[in-house]
């Protein structure tokens, strides 16, 4: 099976929601409630939040017989922001496919450092591409703790201060 990985457009939003919302029913049950993955997944109603994302990221999807089946953004140029995959398509090296283009983005933009908030349930992929742990974040959403972890690949100490520590940085996870 050949995946192909292209920039994302407006008019992908729909399958783009169908995978984000399916991955978080699905892939993450083992690690959130019920209650947990659906108000997670209740984001993908704010449609404005997300054709901005589309905008004003750098956002791929992995397709396969056009449709979609994964996906990822960069914000900031150093900021994982999404990356997701189809429950019906894991394990078959889409994530990293879209790491390795999103990773190249960034180097190719002067980034030596990537951040991203991810779920427990990501936390494995994270790690097995060098990233860290630097602390746990605790969201509460319309009354409902959702619990994800800062990761940072690469930069050293000065990325640790200055993207980690010192502000926000993202929020749709």
Same mark, same amino acid.
């Given at each position: ?16 929601? %169908?995978?984000? %919302?399916? %991955? ?13 993955? $659906?108000?997670? $997944? ?29 996906? $990822? ?85 000065? $990325?640790? %201060? ?12």
């Amino acid at each position: 099976m050949s995946y192909i990985i292209r920039q994302v457009t407006l008019q992908d939003l729909d399958g783009l929601l %169908t995978v984000f %919302t399916e %991955t978080i029913r699905r892939t993450c049950q083992r690690d959130y409630s019920e209650e947990q993955r $659906a108000v997670w $997944a209740s984001s993908a109603k704010d449609t404005e939040k997300w054709l901005k994302c589309i905008r004003t990221q750098y956002f791929l999807a992995a397709e396969l017989d056009d449709q979609i089946v994964g996906f $990822a953004s960069l914000g900031q140029g150093y900021y994982i922001d999404f990356m997701y995959v189809h429950p019906g398509f894991l394990r078959r090296g889409i994530a990293h496919q879209l790491f390795v283009k999103l990773q190249a983005e960034a180097n190719r933009q002067g980034h030596r450092a990537l951040v991203s908030d991810v779920s427990i349930t990501a936390r494995p992929f994270f790690e097995s591409k060098g990233f860290r742990v630097v602390r746990e974040n605790v969201h509460v959403r319309e009354g409902v703790e959702l619990i994800n972890f800062r990761m940072v690949k690469g930069g050293g100490r000065l $990325a640790d %201060t200055l993207l980690i520590r010192r502000g926000r940085v993202g929020d749709n996870q």
